[in-house]
Structure formats: C-alpha cells, structure tokens
C-alpha cells in the first residue's frame, strides 16, 4: 500500500516538474518572436519573469517531494512521539498545528524568496519585512484561534465511527461558506484600509450595472493594495449581504472610466451567468471525494508509516495527499473555468464596449507582466482564464501572431 501510495506521488512530481519544463522551453522560444499585446521590453520582461516563477515552481515541487519522503518515512512517527499529551482530542489538536507549523516554516523560503527578491526584482512587490510580519501574526493569530477550533471539530467528528467523512464533509462546506460570507466584512480589513469610492460620477455608473445585473452589494469600495504589490485587480468579494465591489487603487489608477466599467462588467457577468455557484458546486464534488478516499484509507497504510489511525494522523495524510488529489482535478475546472471566462468577457463588452474590455486586458496584461503565450500543457493543466490572445480575438482584436 505505501509503495503504490509513494508511486502515485511520485508521478504527481514528475507531472508537475515535466509541465514546468515545458513551459519554460516554450517561453524562451517564444520570447524571440516579435512582441504581441505587450510592448517589446514589457514582452521580454513578462517571458523572464514567468520562466524565473516556474524554475522556482520547479524547486517548490521538488522540495515538496523531499518533505513527502521526510513525513512518510521519519516526520509523522517522530511527531507522534514528541507529542506526549494524555488527552486524546487536545494531542490530535496539537498534533496537526504542529504538523501545520513545521511545514509552513520548511516552505517559508520559497516565499520569501519570491516576496523579497523575485517580485521586487520584476518591479511588483512593495513588501517590508515590518508589513511582511505583521501579516504573518496576523494570519497565525486567526490560524490558531479558528484553525484549532476546526481542527477540534474535525477531530470529533472522526473519533464517531467510520461515517465521520460525511459529517467532515458537510463541516468543512459549511465553513467555506461561512468564511466566504465574512471575509470581505472581518478578515480583509485585517489586513488592508476599505474606503467607499470617492467618485461619485464613477459610483453612480458602478451602481447602474450592479442594477442591470440584478446585483445587491453591500457597498463600492477601493482597497490600499499598492501598499504591498503594485499589480491590478478588481473583485466581488462575500456572499448574501456582505456583497460588495472591490477596486484595487492600482486599477483606479492605470484605468480610465470606461475600461474599469468594462471590467466591473467582465466580473458582473460571473454573477449574471451564476458562475459562483457552479464554482461552489464544483468544489464541493472534490471535497466529496477527497473526504471519500480519506474517510477509507485502509489500516495497512497506517501500519506501513509506524503511526497509530487516529484523527490526527488521518487528518496529516489528507493534509499530504489532498493537493495531489486535486492536482489531477485542475483540467476539468481550467476547462469550466476557461469557458466561464469567455462568457463573462461577451457580458462586459455588452455591458460596456468590447474595445474598453480589449484596452484593459492589454493594460492588465502590461501592469501584470503577464506573458501571452503558454504551452498547451500548461495551460491544460493550470489556466483558469484561456490565453490573452484568444480573448482579444473574440473581442474583435485582429492579431498578427501564427504561433500563438
């Protein structure tokens, strides 16, 4: 059982580094053909920087390979030991904070590396190490306080019998929710300043849409995002009455009215198409799955690693296997989330122009250094939006470009 289980690991790495390798050969060709959508120097600068992301990517899998065999073959029988509480609900408690903690700090320098040279040296984090840590005891306060009490749960739930996986389930679905609903309310101003949007002019058209669409928003806000990262965006974030419009003052910034309507559109059409609700419904489909297989692993598997089956045991290898899982799920949601984004991109340029949505993919593209052109494998596996170029296209941007 553990060979088979380190093989299908194994494969997922091998997977993941081979898309990767892909990519990067594919990008460096590609970054010698004339420029498309991007400026010469910004098409140049957007190949170098997706090929610097996917070689760390590359090491990022490989070191996850390294923590895998460190876990499955030392890591989980040592922690079971170091752990000497008599208490079995708090032990299983502290057992998978534990687990949590120490592999956030054995993947903590790929962040930082990318945080602190990667992305300042392509010109987009703003980032300081006194904003950088109080993130961090910030989002280890509400890890402790909220992520111990789901933990707690989930451990009860499996101390009930061979059902808990439904429960757990239902549990964590209800979760997602509830942390959908409060995020744009309690969690983001944690970490960053809302202010209702100051132009009136720009409201009152904002608010028009939100009509058209038959969308309730709790408010129009702009975020103080350039404080950390000096790339564009814009959201509809929270569920029910804590709906509310998103601008990223990098986006107010660099777009004019008419392009940042096409874009508000663009998102308005998730809305209108219900994408939101197919996005949740495809997501409850994997947690199903991944609460099945983990709700039925076998006492053998448990025997294999030298670790009792217990909550928390279980809930470390759901921990561990549950990204490769889901791994082989992405093309079947690139491909929903693929064609949701063409409908979503006709509904803004309805909604507005479709030269305002074309003008403000390219300046997004431009901001965002994001380079137009992937391998097909990739973008099989990982793109939830098709290739810019396509979208241009159907938005009636003639491009000359054979290779794309």
Not at 120 to 144: E, H, I, Q, R, V
């Amino acid at each position: 059982m553990l060979l088979t289980i380190g093989i299908i690991y194994f494969i997922y790495v091998l997977t993941r580094v081979y898309i990767s390798t892909m990519e990067i050969g594919f990008v460096a060709k590609a970054k010698k053909d004339p420029a498309v959508i991007l400026d010469p120097a910004g098409y140049v600068k957007a190949a170098e920087y997706k090929i610097a992301t996917q070689r760390m990517d590359m090491l990022s899998t490989l070191w996850d390979y390294v923590l895998f065999i460190f876990w499955i073959g030392y890591g989980l029988r040592w922690l079971e030991k170091a752990i000497n509480i008599s208490d079995p609900t708090l032990k299983s408690v502290v057992y998978v904070l534990a687990f949590i903690v120490i592999g956030y700090l054995l993947t903590l320098p790929f962040d930082l590396y990318k945080t602190f040279y990667l992305d300042k040296k392509f010109g987009f984090s703003k980032m300081t190490p006194k904003l950088y840590l109080t993130d961090l005891l910030k989002s280890a306060a509400l890890f402790f306080i909220f992520g111990g009490a789901i933990i707690w749960v989930l451990v009860k739930f499996i101390a009930m019998g061979d059902q808990w996986w439904l429960w757990g389930f239902g549990f964590i679905f209800i979760v997602i929710l509830i942390i959908n609903m409060i995020y744009p309310t309690f969690i983001a101003p944690l970490f960053n300043k809302f202010e209702p949007l100051k132009d009136e002019n720009l409201k009152a058209k904002i608010e028009t849409l939100l009509q058209k669409a038959g969308l309730k928003s709790e408010g129009v806000y702009t975020v103080d995002a350039s404080k950390r990262d000096t790339r564009l965006n814009a959201y509809f974030g929270g569920l029910g009455k804590s709906k509310r419009v998103v601008l990223y003052d990098t986006l107010v910034e660099k777009l004019n009215e008419k392009e940042l309507l096409a874009v508000l559109g663009h998102e308005l059409g998730h809305y209108s198409h219900k994408d939101i609700l197919k996005n949740i419904f495809m997501t409850s489909v994997l947690m199903f799955v991944l609460f099945y297989i983990f709700g039925h692993l076998p006492q053998q598997l448990f025997d294999a690693i030298g670790i009792p089956k217990a909550p928390h045991t279980i809930i470390a290898i759901f921990l561990i296997f549950s990204p490769v899982v889901s791994f082989f799920f992405l093309p079947l949601f690139g491909m929903v989330s693929r064609a949701n984004e063409y409908a979503a991109d006709a509904y803004g340029a309805e909604s507005q122009d479709a030269p305002s949505l074309a003008n403000a993919l390219q300046k997004l593209a431009n901001e965002n250094k994001s380079f137009p052109k992937s391998h097909p494998l990739f973008i099989f596996f990982y793109h939830t939006h098709p290739p810019l170029i396509e979208r241009l296209r159907r938005l009636g941007v003639q491009i000359d470009d054979e290779t794309a």
